[in-house]
C-alpha cells in the first residue's frame, strides 16, 4: 500500500495475533492508511529485528511475549507507566530514538470495568494474578492505579513476586505457588502466566476461586480454539464466568493506536466483531 504507516507485531509465537485485525479496524474508522504485519522472532534476534524494522520506516511496534522486558530494556525513552511496570508493549520512532510504553494495565482495567458493569466495582474488587513475569507487571501496575480494594499474586517464584510487589509499591498479599486461601474470597482471578499462549495445563489451587465471579486469562484462543485450561479448571469449580483477553486486546490496543495517531477509536463494534468471527 503505497504511503501506508508502517506497523507490526513483535513476539514468539506471533501467529495466532489478531493485532493485525484490530488496529485495520480501528484505521478504517479515521480513514489512515496503514499496513499492520506479524514479526515471529526469537528472544535472542529481538534487539536486531527492532533495529531493522525502525531502520526501514517502520513507525511503531506492539510487543507481545517473550520481549516485554526486553523492550524495556531497548527503548531509548520510557513513559512513566512502562517505567513502573518495568515491561515495554508499545514502541514508537521518535526524534530520541525508540520510545517506550506500556498500554496493558489500562487496557486490562478498561475491560474489567465493561465486564464487571462499572470502574467502580474494578475499585471495588479482590483480584488474584497468577504469574510475576512481562505481562503480569503491566497488568498489575494498571489494576493498582485502577484503585483494586484488594490485590495478591502468586508466582512459582516467590522471589519473583516480592520484587515486583516492591518495584510497583503495591501492597499485597504473596500467596506461594498451589497454597491453600483462606482469606476473604477473591472476586476475580487473572491468568498472566503463559501456559495458554502454550497450551500447558497450570497446576492450580481450588480455595483461590471460591465465591469468584470472575475467572479471566490474559491469553486468547482463535475462533473456535477450545476452552483454555485455566478457565476450563474454574468453570468446572462453579465459577459464574469466564472471559479470555480479546477484550484486553482490542482496549490496550486502543490505547497504542492513539499514541501512534492521536485517534480514540471505537472498541465496542471491533470486539464484536471478533467475538463473533
Not at 161 to 171: F, I, K, N
Request: with cysteine; net charge positive; hydrophobic share 50%.
Amino acid at each position: 500500500m503505497a504511503g501506508a504507516l508502517r506497523f507490526a507485531v513483535i513476539g514468539h509465537p506471533v501467529g495466532h495475533s489478531r493485532s493485525p485485525e484490530i488496529h485495520a479496524a480501528f484505521a478504517a474508522q479515521f480513514g489512515i492508511a496503514l499496513t499492520y504485519s506479524r514479526l515471529d522472532v526469537a528472544k535472542e534476534r529481538f534487539r536486531e529485528a527492532v533495529a531493522i524494522f525502525f531502520s526501514q520506516d517502520g513507525r511503531g511496534l506492539n510487543v507481545t511475549l517473550p520481549h516485554k522486558l526486553d523492550a524495556a530494556q531497548l527503548a531509548t525513552t520510557l513513559s512513566a507507566r512502562a517505567l513502573r511496570a518495568g515491561a515495554v508493549n508499545t514502541l514508537t520512532a521518535s526524534d530520541a530514538g525508540v520510545a517506550g510504553d506500556n498500554t496493558d494495565g489500562v487496557g486490562l482495567a478498561r475491560d474489567l470495568a465493561r465486564l464487571l458493569g462499572a470502574q467502580e466495582r474494578v475499585r471495588a474488587a479482590s483480584v488474584l494474578m497468577l504469574g510475576a513475569g512481562g505481562a503480569a507487571q503491566g497488568a498489575l501496575a494498571g489494576l493498582h492505579d485502577s484503585g483494586c480494594r484488594q490485590l495478591a499474586l502468586c508466582a512459582r517464584d516467590r522471589i519473583k513476586a516480592e520484587a515486583l510487589a516492591s518495584r510497583l509499591g503495591v501492597e499485597m498479599t504473596i500467596l506461594e505457588w498451589q497454597q491453600a486461601y483462606s482469606g476473604r474470597p477473591f472476586d476475580v482471578v487473572i491468568n498472566a502466566t503463559a501456559a495458554s499462549v502454550k497450551g500447558a495445563p497450570l497446576a492450580l489451587q481450588p480455595s483461590w476461586f471460591k465465591d469468584a465471579r470472575l475467572a479471566y486469562d490474559l491469553g486468547y484462543g482463535q475462533p473456535g480454539a477450545a476452552l483454555p485450561p485455566f478457565l476450563a479448571y474454574a468453570r468446572s469449580l462453579g465459577v459464574a464466568r469466564g472471559e479470555d483477553g480479546l477484550g484486553m486486546l482490542v482496549e490496550q490496543a486502543a490505547e497504542s493506536f492513539h499514541i501512534w495517531h492521536g485517534q480514540t477509536p471505537d472498541v465496542l463494534p471491533v470486539l464484536a466483531k471478533l467475538k463473533a468471527m
